[in-house]
């Protein structure tokens, strides 16, 4: 495997390929393919095993299709050569050669710049375990006054499907407490409708303009 010079993206692009036999001898291949990848080993725009001209030197073009430049994807290009030749050891013979080279990316042809920013909004964890039958009225606070929202609690019965969980919330100046009420008939019924006592639950709230978040997750699981 060879490295080749830079290729500047979306620009054109050619690569000359000479192949050897087996004694080292430049040979004019019967037949060839050659396609190209990126570092994934994906076809890169459609270029699997494009027929070729035979010759000593073997000429391959690329274009900007095949030398875009993408986000968080590996710039390299792999460039696989697969054919058919005739030697002294007879004829019909597999040859495969590939070459690799580097994508230069043009700043001004992208509006992103400098570092990735990644934005992620993920909710609490909050794991619980309860006991079969017990009531169980877990309070949890936000540090802001959610005047208008709506809370929601539900259980997802492993197997079986999701239970909803009564809850209530109480205002405070700049604090919302949150109720959830396992009621010891809910409790109850988390062992009897599952083998399995280990449980999922999250916790959802809509806002006075109707924006829906999950704010709590966790495991629960029942003894």
């Not at 590996?74 to 058919?84: A, D, F, L, M």
């Not at 990735?116 to 309860?130: A, F, S």
């Not at 006592?197 to 629960?220: P, Q």
């Amino acid at each position: 495997m060879a490295q080749l010079g830079d290729a500047t993206e979306n620009s054109t692009y050619e690569t000359i390929v000479s192949l050897t036999d087996e004694t080292g001898a430049a040979v004019v291949p019967t037949s060839l393919v050659w396609s190209l990848r990126d570092d994934t080993g994906a076809i890169v725009n459609s270029r699997n095993q494009v027929v070729a001209t035979c010759a000593s030197a073997i000429s391959v073009l690329l274009g900007a299709a095949d030398l875009a430049y993408e986000k968080k994807t590996s710039t390299k290009r792999y460039i696989t050569y697969e054919g058919v030749y005739a030697s002294s050891l007879g004829s019909g013979l597999p040859i495969v050669a590939e070459d690799w080279f580097n994508i230069i990316n043009i700043t001004g042809l992208n509006w992103e710049t400098g570092e990735d920013i990644d934005i992620e909004q993920k909710p609490g964890i909050r794991n619980m375990k309860l006991v079969a039958g017990d009531d169980f009225e877990p309070v949890f606070r936000m540090n802001f006054a959610a005047s208008g929202y709506t809370f929601t609690t539900t259980v997802n019965l492993r197997n079986q499907g999701d239970v909803s969980i009564p809850t209530s919330s109480v205002v405070s100046t700049g604090l919302t407490s949150i109720q959830a009420y396992f009621q010891a008939s809910i409790t109850s019924l988390f062992t009897s409708t599952s083998a399995d006592r280990k449980h999922s639950w999250k916790m959802k709230y809509a806002s006075n303009a109707s924006k829906v978040r999950t704010f709590i997750v966790g495991d629960l699981e029942v003894s």
